[in-house]
């Protein structure tokens, strides 16, 4: 193997974009048929190295050699002629083609007609390399990994030597994760060299041969997989020693402050979204929601928000019915929602105005007369920026500007400060680094001593496992069970999710999701009885 | 040597400014190629369209006053437009709004001018038009929040309806007819410039327009609508990201009506004072200020007073080429239009170089790999 030319070598490599500096002299050796793991926080500089291996950035300084070759590459044809492909994290695909149609789509030589027996073409070499996919489906109808997996055929279809993945396993579940790395071992048997980013570091353990690491734009080292701990990687990438356990504190048990009875809810395209769910949460308590993407975590948020009809069933706060009143009166009561979505701007916070002005966001109308009380805003901020550390130059800066971690500290803090005694939140650390996620888990568990019961939806399930008291898992809008956080396994979990085993009737004393010391009234008991009964007349 | 695109993080005041000013003169030196190719002299043309004829001018107080009918329309409208467009909703229906407001005003001018005292009429006239051009901007509004429409395409076609309507009210001589001019056999839109019209307050023999001061008024009215109230908070919410302002609460279709209602009012406020000054509807009534005041609201990047600033600039191109048109007959009146074009087309160059720049790409890098 010595021998032979690596598969990819940059050196020096330093991008800026305006004085930010993306990558500083960057290093990186990619042998033949290696998996190599490219491990950094976010902003540290991965995907835009990774972006000019492939095409879409050009680098300021520095040279790219691929199997001993200086080589430019100008665009991402120059990639794919050079046998680089890359899997992006935001799927590049088009929703209303086909599977084979969205490869067909890049092919130079591909002709003026489209051809019938593209399909059977494209199913022949994704049987070859072992993967299970329908040419023939079209992108909209697939799941997050049929996705994935097309993508990967792609790269393969177009010849790749080189195979660049950017945060795989982020959308994934557990199971799924375990049938991609296999899918990555055996194309790295077949003699392709894989570059995987990630910053989860017990995946980087389990599938990479190599571990090149970035902190802020540097390149720090590359250490070999057999050699290194996670501790110590964290330390390579952290730049310090930083406590990887997530506390736990026990907190004593309060009653029931939000108790969700028989919720049925339907989503934007008018299907069941959530389906006659039920459970409760305490004060003190987090209760953390599991389930693959896209399984009503969405529509339960909204619901409890006030920002989306129910269908039926009964929502309690503290002994009160809340469905049906607006956002606005659910807020006074002290439930406070904050959803962070893929795109992690589009809702709760607005990107191009100031701290000071989404500080105001949720609370500007309760202001005397018809202006905005921006002095209040501002003191706010200044309080949110030194309470929860967000790196900012000051509070006049557009939210947008921020980095990620600091965005969401805003938002959280935003939140946390008008003093809620409910919170639900839904992927609050989606894409955020070591440092950032471990400062909302503090935030988060402060909140719990305070009282405050916390409904947690989240992606990882090795952080619900340490952070939430209870797991609830849900799959395709039904409660699959309820478990204590301690107790369970990522497996039972996985299998959970998937729909494969349920627990929703392991307890036969009461039925699941109804608290034994419940604020729910007989009358309101009652309604809902009637609500069934009238359900039942009409099927 | 190669060259590529950087972008910029922060670009200072000054380099702003220079390079907009850099872009109007561009825009000038362009023109003036137009102007020598045509055997004008450039410098001549520029000196008089700029001074708009006011220099050695016994009457220069009429100049300044004709540039301000100009001027007024614009900036208001302007203004208005801004208000819809810091939504994001692409209100491009200003020409129709202001003709719904025109006819509006002239219909209350010619009915109530001979019976009612002048203020009362002009204050009348005001309300009308508001109201008037107000609904006819909201069904836009309406159809975008009850069925999703797009509102850049209905606006646009609501601008075709009420200008073909204002055209069949000045072409149909009938007794029902009042618009036009009973003593004229061809059908022409009648006067009504002796019984109603906005008074001026004489400085010297200049006469400022009670019109040009209420338009000032309105500009610092806005800055501070938008500024500092809730509802202008609201208005850049609801701009910047629908979904977040549904999430705090806010009830957006609400809010869109009430502010595209608003826009289209000042619009219509702009037509009642171009009515109220001219004293006569015609079927150019609008001036075009329904375009460009879609330009002066995208070059003054919605900012209320830098409006006042373009209006002014743009308002000097369009009066002042008119004039210079007298003196110069080879070039046509058209010719603000053209350069009018250059200038935004140029500016919109020059925001490219204020949020990027041009370096080039260096050689090589330290060779210290890592093995």
């Known amino acids: ?539 | 040597m190669r060259l590529h695109v950087v972008k910029r993080d922060h670009c200072p005041l000054w380099k702003k400014a220079c390079l907009y000013l850099l872009a109007v003169l561009s825009a000038l030196v362009l023109g003036g190629i137009l102007l020598l190719a045509m055997g004008v002299d450039p410098l001549a043309y520029y000196s008089r369209m700029f001074t708009m004829g006011m220099v050695g001018n016994k009457i220069a107080y009429k100049s300044m006053e004709n540039y301000l009918k100009v001027f007024v329309p614009l900036a208001v409208t302007s203004v208005a437009l801004s208000l819809a467009f810091k939504m994001r909703f692409w209100n491009i229906g200003g020409e129709g709004q202001f003709i719904v407001g025109a006819i509006a005003a002239a219909t209350v001018a010619f009915q109530a001018g001979p019976v009612l005292p002048q203020g009362v009429t002009l204050v009348l006239m005001c309300l009308a038009a508001m109201v008037c051009a107000g609904v006819y901007g909201s069904i836009a509004a309406v159809l975008k929040v009850k069925f999703g429409t797009n509102e850049t395409l209905m606006t646009l076609m609501l601008n075709y309806v009420a200008l073909y309507f204002l055209t069949f009210l000045g072409e149909t001589k009938a007794d029902w007819n009042f618009y036009l001019d009973e003593t004229s056999v061809r059908p022409i839109f009648a006067n009504f410039g002796k019984t109603v019209s906005f008074p001026a307050f004489p400085i010297g023999k200049f006469g400022l327009n009670l019109c040009v001061i209420l338009t000032f008024v309105l500009g610092v009215l806005v800055f501070v609508y938008l500024k500092y109230t809730k509802q202008g908070y609201e208005i850049a919410v609801v701009g910047d990201s629908a979904g977040t302002a549904h999430y705090a609460g806010m009830k957006v279709n609400t809010i869109v009506l009430r502010t595209v209602f608003l826009s289209a009012c000042l619009i219509g406020l702009a037509a009642a004072f171009k009515v109220g000054t001219a004293g006569i509807l015609s079927t150019a009534i609008t001036d075009d200020v329904g375009w460009t005041g879609i330009i002066v609201a995208w070059l003054a990047q919605m900012n209320t007073a830098v409006i006042f600033l373009v209006s002014a600039l743009i308002g000097m191109l369009r009066y002042g080429s008119t004039v210079a048109a007298a003196t110069f007959s080879q070039v046509d009146s058209s010719f603000a239009n053209m350069l009018q074009g250059a200038i935004l087309f140029l500016v919109l160059a020059a925001d490219f170089f204020i949020r990027f720049q041009i370096v080039p790409v260096k050689k090589g890098g330290k060779a210290n790999g890592n093995g």
């Open chain 1, 1 to 539: 193997m010595a021998q032979q030319p690596n598969a990819i070598e940059m050196r020096g490599i330093t991008k800026t974009f305006g004085s930010v500096v993306a990558n500083q002299d960057v290093n990186l050796t990619l042998r033949q048929g290696e998996i190599l793991a490219l491990l950094g926080e976010n902003g540290s500089g991965k995907t835009t190295l990774m972006n000019m291996l492939s095409g879409i950035y050009k680098p300021d300084a520095g040279e790219i050699l691929v199997e001993g070759k200086a080589v430019s590459i100008d665009s991402p044809q120059d990639a794919k002629r050079l046998g680089i492909g890359m899997v992006h994290q935001h799927f590049k695909l088009v929703d209303v083609f086909s599977a084979a149609d969205n490869i067909w789509m890049g092919k130079e030589k591909a002709g003026f007609r489209l051809k019938k027996d593209r399909y059977e073409e494209i199913r022949s070499m994704a049987q070859k390399f072992g993967f299970d996919l329908d040419p023939e489906k079209k992108v909209r109808n697939m799941a997050v990994s049929e996705k994935q997996t097309l993508e990967i055929i792609k790269v393969l279809y177009y010849g790749a030597k080189v195979i660049i993945l950017d945060e795989p396993t982020a959308v994934l579940t557990v199971q799924e994760i375990q049938k991609l790395f296999g899918v990555l071992r055996r194309m790295k048997e077949e003699g392709h060299s894989i570059i995987i980013i990630t910053h989860k570091l017990n995946e980087v353990m389990d599938i990479s041969d190599r571990v090149a690491i970035l902190r802020k734009g540097e390149y720090i080292t590359t250490v070999d997989t057999a050699s290194t701990n996670e501790q110590q990687l964290t330390e390579y990438m952290v730049g310090r020693k930083i406590d990887l356990n997530i506390q736990r504190p026990v907190v004593e048990k309060k009653r029931p402050l939000l108790e969700i009875r028989d919720l049925t809810i339907r989503n934007d395209e008018g299907a069941v979204a959530i389906d006659h769910v039920s459970f409760y949460i305490r004060g003190g308590e987090i209760l953390g929601v599991a389930g693959i993407a896209g399984c009503g975590q969405k529509e339960l948020c909204e619901a409890i928000a006030g920002l989306r009809p129910i269908q039926s069933g009964l929502m309690i706060h503290k002994g009160d019915n809340i469905v049906g009143l607006p956002p606005k009166a659910i807020l006074e009561k002290g439930i406070s929602m904050s959803f962070i979505p893929e795109d992690r701007l589009g809702m709760g916070l607005a990107p191009s105005l100031s701290i000071t002005d989404n500080m105001i966001l949720k609370n500007y109308a309760s202001a005397k007369g018809p202006f905005v009380d921006r002095k209040g805003g501002r003191e706010d901020a200044l309080r949110v920026i030194q309470e929860l550390e967000v790196v900012t130059p000051s509070t006049e800066t557009p939210v947008r500007r921020l980095s990620g971690g600091n965005v969401q500290k805003v938002l959280l803090g935003r939140e946390i400060k008008a003093g809620p005694n409910v919170i639900v939140t839904a992927y609050p650390v989606r894409g955020l680094d070591i440092n950032s996620s471990y400062a909302i888990y503090h935030i988060l568990n402060q909140q719990k001593q305070d009282g405050v019961g916390i409904l947690f939806v989240g992606e990882d399930l090795d952080v619900m496992m340490a952070l939430c008291d209870k797991i609830m898992v849900l799959c395709h809008g039904k409660v699959m069970g309820v478990v204590h956080a301690h107790k369970t396994t990522k497996e039972e979990l996985g299998l959970m999710m998937t729909g494969a085993l349920d627990l929703s009737n392991k307890y036969e004393d009461k039925p699941a999701g109804y608290a034994k010391d419940t604020n729910i009234s007989a009358q309101e008991l009652e309604q809902l009885q009637r609500q069934r009964e009238e359900k039942g007349e009409e099927e």
